[in-house]
């Protein structure tokens, strides 16, 4: 029986891809060393999670044109061993890099969403198995050993190996990358005012460099400009300065339009330095030509990293682990075309609330709904973060009074009850 026909003749019960994308997850999903594995038909790839905490896509389409023309148990063989093979090639170095000294000058900062914190493995979330620290809104810095062929994100249990502490490591980690970023400066051509450095294969770790203090500062200097930055995807670094509104405007549209096509996205929001030499958002007041776009690409970063946390918190709620409602984050587009995020706060319902661009509620007189921006939520009620999870959530339960019920509905946006 060949593949493509025989067995997938009756594409009336499921499609060949379909069926493949099937054997793919069941494969991987039998190696110890992998949470999750998710089949994307639209991509035709795998999205796996691994135990360390890092996240690969193994595209199917190779292995499917090898498998034409086999039987079905020749292409699930064929299948297998491809797979194997990548899983092998990615986790060939599994056990802690033995001793400080020869594990130091590997070490590399990484920017990575967080979304995948909150998954668990053997009864613990993956932030647990995985040294990572809060960097930007929905975004970490993890710290991996840079191998010949691979990497590996490094893990509580390397620390002790090392017998150092975190700041240790993040601090060599970004001191790695010194030549590198002052290389980089030296080259930024401040004429035509932008830098992108693609970094396909990932050796470079280019899209380490804004975490090289000083780096984008000097880039700003340099340029005699307010400097920004974006990390589109796994890799690469695309960096620039606020020369003017419409190049702030060229530079979110061609980080987004590469985070957009990126194997392997992060951010498409921009980024830059604040006087005390933090990374922090790059933000616009709501008259720049740039102000929506921006929201935009702030909504196509939250929403995927909040809806795989929401994901991990019900299912702990299911399993009787968490007593509060944790609300979704939606990326929705308002009726005047802006792109924003928004999540909805249920009178008298213990909630985790994400921070989101608005927040939906109901005001009890009419039964309507109104939406509030948050940091007018925020200035009236005072939200305090829940401690442990990250991108963090705020804790409401009653709305507030009256009073100040009516403040926020004299602020907010309303809608249709």
Known sequence: MGFGRGLFRRRESASRDAIFGKWAVDILRAFPEVVSAEFDASEFHVDVVYADGAIQQYGLQTPYRLAEGLDGEEAVQ??????????????VMTEPVAGWLSAAPTLR????????????????????????????????ERVVIDLPTSMRTVSPDDLVEWGVDAD??????????????????????TEDGVLFLPDDDGDLYAGSLPLVDGWLAGLGNKAGAQPLFFVPGSYGVLAGVASSPERVCELVAAAREMFDNAVRPVSPAPYTVDERGRLVPFTVPIDHPAWAAIRSAEAALSAPVHAAQHRSLRAEAEAGRLDEHAAELLHVQAADGIEETVAAWTDT???????????????????SL??????????EVGLRAVPGLFPPRFLVEHHPDQAALARLRAAGRWGTG
């Open 109 to 140: 900062s990484v920017l990575r969403p967080a979304g995948d914190l909150t998954l668990e493995f053997q009864g613990k979330r993956i932030g647990d198995h995985m040294l990572w620290r809060p960097l930007l809104p929905c975004l970490t």
């Open 168 to 189: 240790t490591v993040f601090a060599t980690a970004r001191a790695n990358m010194i030549d590198f970023a002052v290389e980089t400066v030296s080259l930024f051509d």
């Open 370 to 379: 109104f939406q509030v921006p948050w940091e007018v939520l925020d200035r």
């Open 349 to 367: 319902v213990p909630t985790l609330l994400p921070r989101a661009h608005v927040v939906s509620m109901v005001d009890p007189t009419t039964a």
């Open 78 to 91: 064929l299948l297998v061993e491809y797979l194997r093979r990548a899983v092998t090639s990615r986790t």
